[in-house]
């Protein structure tokens, strides 16, 4: 049972370097967001998607665009990566707008931007 | 709008203690109310919830009970062991300012079981 599954799990990149963050989810969820974790400041919403075809900004958008490539696929993309986007990236996701269960995880990607 | 506040930690314990870790929050409407457990090295697991007040969440020995009436929902557990050493989340699912739904985290509680 994979839940969320997110690759790579370690990158490291150089500044103004791009890449994209993978995230797959194999529960029928129709919602999916992406956070990224620092040390003391807990998890802040970059995008999310509430269904199929939308995305929308969350608290820290700059940087970032994402892509919902179909019900099971949302990816994040840095276009040229900074060193304050050094962090723990986490996918998630969770039956949709109107339910009021929980989100799952995947184990999250490490991204270091020297 | 919508927030958690959790203690400040790291909350470090004996084995077999008893353990509280506080959260409160701010919240329109009637929110559901989360507690995950993140190991090192992984992601965010769902610990236990509450959907509405006086709703007690309950797994693995741990419990947080849904207050409305002081807004709180603190986590709970008799007896810790070691293997209960990781970081805690209290977060919410609630409605926004924008009419859509959204799920709030708090900054979370590293707790460490020392044997």
């Known amino acids: 049972n994979a839940g969320v599954t997110q690759t790579p799990k370690f990158q490291v990149l150089k500044t103004g370097q791009s890449m994209t963050l993978q995230c797959a989810q194999d529960?029928?969820?129709?919602?999916m967001y992406w956070y990224r974790q620092d040390p003391g400041m807990g998890l802040r919403l970059i995008y999310y998607?509430?269904?199929?075809?939308?995305?929308d900004k969350g608290e820290v958008p700059n940087g970032y665009n994402v892509s919902r490539l179909n019900k099971r696929e949302f990816s994040l993309r840095l276009e040229s990566a900074a060193p304050s986007q050094t962090s723990v990236y986490f996918c998630a996701s969770s039956d949709g707008p109107v339910s009021n269960q929980p989100q799952h995880f995947g184990d999250g990607t490490r991204l270091s931007i020297l | 709008g919508n927030s958690v506040t959790q203690m400040e930690g790291p909350v470090t314990l004996s084995e077999e203690a008893f353990l509280t870790i506080n959260c409160t929050y701010t919240?329109?409407?009637?929110?559901?109310l989360f507690w995950y457990v993140q190991y090192p090295g992984e992601g965010l697991q769902l610990l236990l919830k509450a959907t509405k007040a006086d709703d007690k969440g309950s797994n693995k020995g741990f419990e947080a009970t849904y207050r409305k009436e002081t807004t709180s929902f603190h986590l709970e557990k008799g007896s810790v062991q070691v293997s209960d050493s990781a970081v805690y989340f209290c977060a919410l699912r609630a409605l926004g300012e924008s009419g859509t739904y959204k799920y709030i985290f708090g900054t979370g509680t590293r707790l460490k079981v020392l044997a």
């Open positions: 529960m029928n969820h129709n919602s």
């Open positions: 998607s509430a269904s199929e075809g939308t995305t």
């Open positions: 919240a329109t409407g009637y929110p559901s």
